[in-house]
Structure formats: C-alpha cells, structure tokens
C-alpha cells in the first residue's frame, strides 16, 4: 500500500514537472504566455481530478486562448513593468511617500498577483476569461489571507526560479498544483461555481 501511494505521488511529481516544462516552452514566444497557462492550468486540474491528461484537449484550450491570452500577457507585462517601476521610484526617495507608500506598493502588488493567480484556476473551469478576473478580483478582496499566502508563494517560487534558473520550468507546473489547491482547500465548497 505505502509502496503504491509512493508511486502515485512521483507519477503525480513527474507529470507536473512535465506540465511546467511544456507551459515554459510554449510560453518562449512570450505573446502566447496566456494561452500556454491557462491550457497548463487545465492540465493540472485534470491531475488534481484524477482524470488523463488529453493533448488534444489542451491544444484546443491553447488554440482557443491565443487571442485573449495574448491580451492578458500585454495587460500583466505594463502592470509589472508599471509596478517595478513605482517600487524602484518609491525605494530609491525619487518619489516622496517612503515606507507608507513602498508599503502600499507592495501591496497592490501582492493582490494583482494573487488575482492573476486565482484567475488562471478560474479559467481552468471553462470559465471566461472576464469572469474569471472578476471572481479573482473578488476573490482577493473576499479573502486577504489566502491571496496573501498565494502572492507568497508565488514570490518564493520566483526568487528560486531566479537564483537557479534551470529550476524554472519544473517550478511552473508545481505554482499551478499550489494555487488550484489553495483554491480547492480555502475556498471550497465550490470555488468555480459560478461567473460573478
């Protein structure tokens, strides 16, 4: 019994790292970043359920979110950039407001984060992409807590993807296992029910 849990939990460990590696190649022409996570992010629904994980299925779900994913990466690059920027603006004292407004900063960041986070699990329900910034967004503001641990976890998962670059990848797919169990644990009983 112990020996099958053992197998179950690496075959479940290797298909994720599978997952974060397709999702970082396909995600190398940068416009098709969107479409890469959300059809990562069904993959890892499909192991949280249980369920084979079906190609055919996945290449349809990234065809399909080109366009809108292509959207959400333009939109989330400026915001990063936007927010980089005003943080290195704030730290350095070329802009007054010091720690109250690096706080703040900091903050916003966090839930932006968080939102994206939530709302990539979202859209793993077949749910617009719309909807699903509106649940996260929602979401964020309904439940500080769990978006502040999902934002620290992200930020984890980032600073190692940054100081040992070839870890990258596999850290992809195990942020999206991280956050679709966040939002199956935290915000049961039904966190996708329904586009707000």
């Known amino acids: 019994m112990a020996r099958r849990d053992f197998r179950e939990t690496v075959t479940v460990a290797a298909d994720l790292a599978l997952v974060g590696i397709a999702v970082t ?9 969107g479409a890469a996570v959300h059809a990562g992010s069904v993959a890892v629904r499909d192991i949280m359920d249980g369920s084979a994980v079906r190609p055919a299925e996945l290449w349809r779900v990234f065809r ?4 809108p994913g292509a959207a959400a990466t333009v939109a989330t690059t400026a915001t990063a950039w936007l927010l980089l ?14 720690l109250p407004v690096l706080v703040g900063a900091v903050a916003v960041a966090a839930a932006l984060l968080a939102a994206g986070a939530f709302g990539v699990v979202h859209l793993a329900h077949h749910h617009s992409w719309t909807g699903a910034l509106r649940w ?8 500080p807590l769990t978006a502040a641990m999902v934002a620290g976890v992200s930020s984890i998962a980032a600073v190692l993807g940054a100081l040992i670059p070839v870890t990258l990848p596999l850290l992809v797919g195990y942020l999206l296992f991280a956050v679709h169990v966040v939002v199956a644990r935290r915000l049961a009983p039904d966190p996708v029910a329904a586009d707000v």
């Open 25 to 33: 190649v396909s995600s190398l022409p940068v416009l098709t970043a």
């Open 64 to 67: 399909r979110s080109l366009l």
């Open 85 to 98: 920027f005003n943080l290195g603006a704030v730290a350095s004292g070329r802009v007054p407001g010091g």
């Open 136 to 143: 996260a967004a929602g979401t964020v503001w309904r439940q």
